[in-house]
């Protein structure tokens, strides 16, 4: 697995990864906007509600396959021994992404936990980046 990580990453593991999960974050920030319009908290001029879900349906579909791609690199490459807070929040956010998953299949775009299942993965999409992609960068 680590062969086909190097190779597929031309052998920049690390950048490969930094970009995307600043990728990842990066959506996370617009997902929060979106779900802020979504539900009548912003009112911007230029997007209404349902464009407004719709795009934050969308872009978590992207959100999902790249944490999956890191997850998957993450793992395959580096393995969990030198993970420390990163590996776990890195675990957190795979689980409470698949309840989010599960949360709006069992109850739909109405379910009163999607507030609180998206704040906790912006927190933990952004913990993870900061133990990983901000110590790369210098700024975690």
Known sequence: MEDAIESLTRGNV??????????????AVYQLVLAAVSYGKLRPRFLESGPATWA??????????LAVLVALACIGFYGFEEGGAHAVFGCLVLAV????????????????????IGAALFVLFTATWLTSA???LGVG
């Open 14 to 27: 690390a950048e490969v990864k930094v970009v995307l999960a600043s990728v990842i974050v990066a959506l």
């Open 56 to 65: 934050h349906r969308a872009s978590g579909d992207t959100i999902l396959v």
């Open 97 to 116: 992404l698949a309840a989010k998953v599960l949360a709006v299949r069992l109850g739909g775009s109405s379910s009163r936990l999607l507030p609180w």
């Open 134 to 136: 901000g110590d790369f």
